[in-house]
C-alpha cells in the first residue's frame, strides 16, 4: 500500500466525523446514549455470570446482600468506565479540529489519549491490568495489519503458531523448574492441568485433607469399578525409575488426549450454548446441527497438546535415562503445534501476553527492572486510542469481530464516518464501505435512535 500521501486535510469535523449531525455537541450526544446502554448490556450479562458462580459460596443473608450491593456496584463503575470512551470520543475529535484547523492523520492519535486515559481511571484497579493487556495485544495486531499493507514485509504463514509454539515451550520449562508461580497463578495452572501435574516440578506445597463428599450409590459403584481397573497391574507403571507417572507411558499418552479432548468438546458446547441459549432451549436438536468438522477444532487442540508434549517426555526421558527441566522446552515446542488444529492469532498473542508480563513481575520482584507506576492505565490508554485511531481511519486493519462491536457500542454511527474523504490520507479508509453514501442530517432529539 501506497504511503500517506498527505497527513492533513481542510475539511471540517461535521463533513468527516459526524455527516448525520450538523452540530457537535449533538453528534456526541448521539453516540453517548447507545454507548452507555450496550456498555450495561455486556457488563450486566458479565457481572450476572460472575455472581452466579459466587452465589454457591453464599451461606447467609449478609453475604448475599454483600454479592447483591457488589454486582449493582461493579456493573454501574464499568458501563460508565465503558460508556465514557463513546461520551467524550466525538468532544476531543472535533475539539483537536477547532484547535489545529484541520484534520490531522497523526494528531488523532493523542487527541484519542485524552479519551481513553481519563475512562481506564473510572475502572476498578483490579480489572485494569487485564483490560491493558488484553487491549495491547489488540493493539499490537493492528501494528502488524498496518505494517503489512504498507509492504514494509511479508507476513510468515502459520506465524501465530510459531508464537504460541515458543511461548509453550518457555512456560513448559518454568513448569518444570519451579512450582512457585505468583504471577498469573491461572494460566499456569491451566498449561498444567493440559499437560499434566506428573509432568510438572513437585509442588512443596502441603496438601489439606478434606472430607470425603457423599456419594450417590449408583456413583459409588462406578467409582469403585473405575478404582479396581487402575489398579490392575498390567497398566501400572511401577518398574520404570524415570516416568514417575502412574501408568504406563502409551497409556499416559492415550488418557492425556481422551480426556483434554472431551474438555474441548465440552467446552465447545458451552460456548454454542451461550451463543444462543434460547434457541438451544426451544430446540434442542438444534445442538446437532451446529455440529461440524470445526466444532471438535478445539478438541483436537487441546488433546493433542497434551499428547505430544507427554509423549515427548517419555521419548527423552527413555532415551537419555534421566528427566530435567530442559526437555519441558522441545516438549512444550513441539505440543504448540498442535495450534494447526484450532489457529487463533488472538490466543497466541495473549499467551504470549502474558508470559511477557510473568517474566517482567518476576525480574521486578528480582529488583532487575523497575516498577512503574500506573503502567497498567498507561498502556490500556495507548493501546486503546491505537485501537480507535485505526476503527476511523484503517477499520481494513481491525480484528472484524472487534470493529462489530465498536459499531454496535456507538449505535451504527461508526460506520457513517465519511471516510472516502479521509482516502487523501493514502491508507484506504473507505476500503470496506465501497457502497458508501452519505448519511441524511437528521434533527437533534434526546430520545434514542
Known amino acids: 500500500m501506497a504511503v500517506q500521501s498527505r497527513s492533513t486535510l481542510p475539511y471540517t469535523c461535521k463533513q468527516v466525523y459526524h455527516p448525520w449531525r450538523e452540530n457537535c455537541m449533538e453528534a456526541a450526544w448521539s453516540l453517548t446514549v447507545p454507548s452507555f446502554r450496550e456498555s450495561f448490556k455486556v457488563y450486566s450479562v458479565l457481572y450476572a455470570v460472575t455472581s452466579i458462580i459466587k452465589l454457591r459460596k453464599v451461606r447467609t443473608l449478609k453475604q448475599l446482600r454483600e454479592l447483591l450491593i457488589g454486582f449493582a456496584t461493579e456493573t454501574i463503575q464499568s458501563t460508565i468506565f465503558l460508556g465514557t470512551h463513546g461520551m467524550v470520543f466525538l468532544p476531543v475529535c472535533c475539539g483537536g479540529r477547532q484547535l489545529f484547523g484541520h484534520l490531522s492523520y497523526y494528531k488523532l492519535y493523542f487527541q484519542v489519549v ?29 501494528l502488524f495489519k498496518m505494517a503489512i499493507q504498507r509492504k514494509m514485509f511479508t507476513p510468515l504463514h502459520n506465524g501465530e503458531i510459531l508464537i504460541f509454539a515458543i511461548a509453550s515451550a518457555i512456560y513448559t520449562f518454568i513448569l518444570k523448574t519451579t512450582s512457585d508461580h505468583k504471577h498469573n497463578n491461572l494460566l499456569f495452572s491451566v498449561i498444567r492441568s493440559l499437560v499434566g501435574k506428573e509432568e510438572c516440578a513437585p509442588s512443596v506445597a502441603v496438601e489439606l485433607i478434606q472430607k470425603q463428599k457423599q456419594k450417590s450409590v449408583y456413583f459409588a459403584l462406578f467409582y469403585k469399578l473405575i478404582k479396581n481397573i487402575k489398579r490392575w497391574p498390567r497398566i501400572q507403571n511401577k518398574n520404570h525409575p524415570i516416568c514417575t507417572h502412574k501408568y504406563r507411558c502409551f497409556l499416559h499418552v492415550l488418557l492425556g488426549f481422551i480426556k483434554r479432548f472431551l474438555a474441548g468438546v465440552l467446552i465447545q458446547f458451552i460456548l454454542h450454548f451461550t451463543s444462543s441459549p434460547l434457541k438451544f432451549l426451544r430446540h434442542p436438536t ?121 459499531a454496535r457500542l456507538t449505535g451504527g454511527y461508526f460506520s457513517q464516518v465519511n471516510r472516502p474523504m479521509m482516502d487523501s490520507y493514502g491508507v484506504c479508509s473507505s476500503k470496506l464501505f465501497p457502497n458508501y453514501k452519505l448519511p441524511l442530517i437528521s434533527n437533534y432529539t434526546f430520545e434514542t435512535d
Open 114 to 142: 485524552l479519551c481513553t486515559f481519563p475512562a481506564i481511571l473510572i475502572e476498578r484497579k483490579q480489572r485494569r491490568g487485564a483490560l491493558a493487556l488484553y487491549m495491547a495485544n489488540l493493539a499490537v495486531e493492528v
Open 286 to 406: 438444534y445442538f446437532f446441527a451446529t455440529l461440524t468438522k470445526s466444532s471438535f477444532d478445539l478438541a483436537k487442540f487441546l488433546g493433542l497438546y497434551s499428547a505430544i508434549y507427554r509423549a515427548v517426555s517419555c521419548l527423552l526421558r527413555n532415551i537419555l535415562k534421566y528427566d530435567r527441566p530442559e526437555h519441558g522446552l522441545l516438549a512444550g515446542y513441539l505440543a504448540g503445534f498442535s495450534m494447526l488444529f484450532y489457529k487463533s492469532s488472538t490466543l497466541a498473542m495473549y499467551i504470549t501476553g502474558k508470559l511477557l508480563e510473568s517474566i517482567y513481575f518476576k525480574a521486578a520482584q528480582d529488583g532487575k527492572v523497575p516498577i512503574i507506576r500506573h503502567f497498567d492505565s498507561l498502556l490500556y490508554s495507548l493501546s486503546t486510542a491505537l485501537v480507535l485511531h485505526a476503527a476511523v481511519l484503517e477499520p481494513q486493519a481491525m480484528r472484524p469481530g472487534y470493529y462489530r462491536f465498536l
